[in-house]
C-alpha cells in the first residue's frame, strides 16, 4: 500500500506571495492532518480535515487554510508569506480521526524556504 | 509555552548501550503519551504509546515509563543499534489533540 505523498518536496517562495501544498493520504484514510515543524519548535498542529470538515483547528493566523476534498486529498494555503513560515510541512493521514486508536501515518514532508 | 519538553536536544550512546530519552510535560490533561521516530528526509513514525494511567509500557527493545507524579516519561531503547540514530519525539494527548515536544536527536555510535 503506497503510504503519504506530499507535493512539492522542496519549495521556494519570497516574502507577501502565497503557496498551497498537497497531500495524498493513504488509500481508505479519511483524515488528513497538518503539521509545521521548525528547529527548536518540534511539530506544530496546524488544523486536521475529516470527510471534507475541519475537525480541529490550531493557533495559527489565518493566513494558513486548508481544504479537504472528497477522495480525501489535501491542500493546505498559505497567503501573503513570511520570513517566519519558512518549515517543513508535514501531513499525516488516518482511518478515522486522528487519535490514539487510529496511527497517523506520516508524508516525509514539504520543506518551504521563504526568501 | 510549551506543554512538552524534551531538555536534551541531542544524545550520544554507543551500540549495545541503552538510551534513554527523556520528556517532561506541563498539562495534567494528557491521556496518553506517544513516541515518534523520525528519519531524515521522511516523515515521523510511531514507536510506542502509554496510557496516562499505566506507568510502563514494552515492546521489544522499546520501553516507555510513566511517572506522574513528577509529569516526566522516558523512552529506554535496549541494546541500541546504529540503525536507531534518528530524532526521537514525544507526543501528548488529550481532547483530540496532539502536542509534540521539539525532539532529541539520537547518535548511535558503531
Redesign the interface.
Known sequence: KAG?TQTPRYLIKTRGQQVTLSCSPISGHRSVSW?QQTP??????LFEYFSETQ??KGNFPGRFSGRQFSNSRSEMNVSTLELGDSALY?C?SSVG????EH???????TRLTVL | DQQVKQNSPSLSVQEGRISILNCDYTNSMFDYFLWYKKYPAEGPTFLISISSIKDKNEDGRFTVFLNKSAKHLSLHIVPSQPGDSAVYFCAGYYGQNFVFGPGTRLSVLP
Open positions: 503519504v503539521y527548536g519548535q518540534g511539530l506544530q498542529f475537525r480541529n508535514l499525516a480521526i486522528a487519535g490514539v496511527t497517523q501515518y506520516f508524508g516525509p514532508g
